[in-house]
């Protein structure tokens, strides 16, 4: 059974910046990152394969938000930086079905329990 735990979320005024972290258990594995904010659906923000590349990454994150990871840990981490207000989101990382993953939320089987990001104005 895998787990995944989010954490490191927080409140940020804008501009600032927050890590996340995301520990899985049972294994390593391709990695999305997505999140939802209050009365929209679940977006995605970006995927990291298992060497730790970076296979998508949303627009509207393009140069602000980046993926790593450290395989020794089972951990991968967002690292968000410029944040503004309309990145104020739940946050969830979920494992990959397959090697690589995209944007799909159907190409994920499991999935955290979510880390608020709030970004103050």
């Known amino acids: 059974q895998v787990q995944l735990v989010e954490s490191g979320g927080g409140l940020v005024q804008t501009g600032g910046s927050l890590r996340l972290s995301c520990a899985a258990s049972g294994g390593t594995f391709a990695m999305g990152w997505f999140r939802q904010a209050p009365g929209k659906e679940r977006e995605f923000v970006l995927a990291?394969?298992?060497?730790?590349?970076?296979?998508y990454v949303a627009d509207s994150v393009k140069g602000r938000f980046t993926a790593s990871r450290d395989n020794a840990k089972n951990t991968v981490y967002l690292q968000m930086n410029s944040l503004k207000p309309e990145d104020t989101a739940v946050y969830y990382c979920?494992?990959?079905?397959?090697?690589?993953?995209?944007?799909?939320?159907?190409?994920?089987?499991?999935w955290g329990q979510g880390t608020q990001v709030t970004v103050s104005s």
């Open positions: 990291i394969n298992k060497r730790g590349i970076t296979t």
């Open positions: 979920a494992k990959g079905r397959t090697a690589v993953t995209g944007p799909s939320p159907h190409e994920y089987d499991y």
